[in-house]
């Protein structure tokens, strides 16, 4: 086991395309999470899900981002016609079915940077 | 009022001292609590979980919880450079659902 993956790495995009991200989770981890890290602030919730449902969504994510599941494994975060706030550091992190009951492992992250 | 507060710092200790990272959270009920360690550039670490009130210990590692009072706080002794990095509370809220809440992390250097 290897741990979170993410990918890629960093991704720098002009300002209305669209990008998309990718976790590969912990294999016996079946929930997965998003968050978003800005500078100097702590990680920001996006959404997570249990197995390939996708249980809670934040208040504050633009309909421009969605994230899918679709065989449990694996996710997919996608923003359409990136802005220059949309710059930031997401993080894919998954868990037990405890949840966060039982902390989290997260991945290196995908760093965004929308010019 | 933030849900997970913590002072952004920086805290500055001189090696071998006690290094204190405070938290405080706002709903009475919470039940997990969690302090991740955070290089700069890398993701967080998870290095401590506390449940019950009282001090949770591993390593050089101290976790303290106080839920009457809605405090967490991480003791760090024999502190080392190597401890210099953003730490981070993370509460899984009684009203947040199966999620951790982030506060914004105290960076903390440690001094030769």
């Given at each position: 086991?290897?741990?979170?993956?993410?990918?890629?790495?960093?991704?720098?995009?002009?300002?209305?395309?669209?990008?998309?991200?990718?976790?590969?989770?912990?294999?016996?981890?079946?929930?997965?999470?998003?968050?978003?890290?800005?500078?100097?602030?702590?990680?920001?919730?996006?959404?997570?899900?249990?197995?390939?449902?996708?249980?809670?969504?934040?208040?504050?994510l633009s309909d421009r981002f969605s994230a899918e599941r679709p065989k449990g494994s694996f996710s997919t975060l996608e923003i359409q016609r990136t802005e220059q706030g949309d710059s930031a550091m997401y993080l894919c992190a998954s868990s037990f079915t405890g949840g966060a009951g039982y902390g989290y492992t997260f991945g290196s992250g995908t760093r965004l940077t929308v010019v | 009022q933030k849900e997970v507060e913590q002072n952004s710092g920086p805290l500055s200790v001189p090696e071998g001292a006690i290094a204190s990272l405070n938290c405080t959270y706002s709903d009475r009920g919470s039940q997990s609590f969690f302090w991740y360690r955070q290089y700069s550039g890398k993701s967080p670490e998870l290095i401590m979980s506390i449940y019950s009130n009282g001090d949770k210990e591993d390593g050089r590692f101290t976790a303290q919880l106080n839920k009457a009072s809605q405090y967490v706080s991480l003791l760090i002794r024999d502190s080392q450079p190597s401890d210099s990095a953003t730490y981070l509370c993370a509460v899984n809220l009684e009203g947040g659902g199966n999620k951790l809440t982030f506060g914004t992390g105290t960076q903390l250097k440690v001094e030769l």
């Open positions: 086991d290897t741990g979170v993956s993410q990918n890629p790495r960093h991704k720098i995009t002009k300002r209305g395309q669209n990008v998309t991200f990718r976790c590969d989770p912990i294999s016996e981890h079946n929930r997965l999470y998003w968050y978003r890290q800005t500078l100097g602030q702590g990680p920001e919730f996006l959404t997570y899900f249990q197995n390939e449902a996708q249980l809670e969504k934040s208040r504050l | -």
